[in-house]
């Protein structure tokens, strides 16, 4: 199991400054079953060593012998404890700044009353100037009610704020939009419409995230025709984008036409269906698409894919993708020689990327390697650069054509942190609003302040 889907703990430890006494620490965390990632040495001394051991283990249980074991071994004294995770969490991850210091009475004057109401008088007369003197402009909604949270499901929108703060976090830190958590305490289809159609004169775009299928396509589509701001639920489009493009290289690296193999998808809830539908359209084939829920099966078969199993796609399918949240559904002797396996359900996958390999598999990877962020981003800047009304078909094929381009060689995907393709999905998207005629601000590429 990948490091990042384990529990991580950080234990700061006291040697004894004598030979070994490291080796055979690092050797009792090994014959936990455990991992070490990085270890840091703090202080030194004639006498001992003070380090941090980032520790790995399968869970809460487990870390707790992994650190009992860690207690017994010869010439180790563990000083400190630490959840990383818990502690960068503490208070939130975001926070509202103003832009300006206000540092006078003349600039209180300036950004507040009197002088405020000339900036208000002018949007009053002309709406379109809230564009230009508001932080309307930069302002997206992340709106979710927590019915489908990574792969933790229904755990409810205030369980889910962590989420939602780090997609604001990527937002502002990669493409400089200010993302804004809503938070919605129902599941009713219609409140939930009503509640951000209302909001939505305070937003440039709507993101909605980690809502449930099969309500999330009647929100998506009855928001999109209600509001004149883009509406994209991410799970679905974000996802497909990302999963395309990854597709798409792992074929051309292996030589591989993508018209000409057979695709299966598992699990045709929200990211599965909006993957499924992408391949099609880029194919021109059916996708085999297999799901408990019949009518995801019947969703499935309307939009022209073809209505399958678990065991007809392993046996049948050279791509496999599987969205399903279900730990560990792929067994490993499914797995067929020189198949490709995107198992891209979070925080656990439906296979080990490393299993799949060793059993078999050409390429197999996880959703910690095919992540949305790579597409979300970007997509937005763009769509709200251009003031586009909605983002099309034409503009999610566009981020998958950059990402497809900018991919380094011998890698699935461009590193998440580069700005650089971050930026110039942003520009494709933008320019494919522009030719398709929904632009309706002339576009000025984001630049970092």
Known sequence: MAWE????????VRNVHETGTLARLLAAISNMGASVGSIEMLTETAQSVVRDITVYAEDAEHMDH???????????????VRDEVLQLHRKGKIAIRSRF??????????????????????????????????????????????????GLGDIG???????????????????????VPILLNTKDTEQIIQAVATIAPTFSAIQLEDISAPRCFEIEQRLQAMLDIPVLHDDQHGTAVVSTAALRVIARRAGVDIGKVVIGQIGLGAAGNAIAKMLMGLTGNPVLGADLNEEALGRFERDGGKRSSLKEIM???EIVVATTGVPGLIKPEMVRKGQVILALSNPEAEIDPDLALEHGAAFAADGKSVN?????????????DARAPRITHEMLIAAVNVLVRMTPSGELMPHPLDKKVHLEVARAVAETAIRQGIARAEYIPYVEE
């Open 101 to 150: 210091p206000i540092d006078s009475v003349a600039t209180l004057r300036r950004v507040y009353t009197p002088g405020v109401a000339e900036v208000c008088l002018r949007i009053a007369d002309d709406p379109e100037l809230a564009q230009l003197y508001t932080s309307i402009s930069h302002m997206v909604a992340i709106v979710t009610d927590g019915t489908a949270v990574l």
């Open 66 to 80: 992994v650190i009992e074991t860690m207690r017994t071994n010869a010439g180790t004294h563990i000083l400190e």
């Open 157 to 179: 929108p205030l369980a889910g704020m962590p989420v939602m703060e780090g997609k604001a976090m990527l937002m502002e830190t990669l493409v400089g939009l200010s993302g």
């Open 5 to 12: 889907s384990r529990l991580m703990r950080t234990v700061r």
């Open 315 to 317: 046996s049948e399918c």
């Open 372 to 384: 949305n962020v790579m597409g979300f981003p970007g997509i937005f800047r763009g769509a709200v």
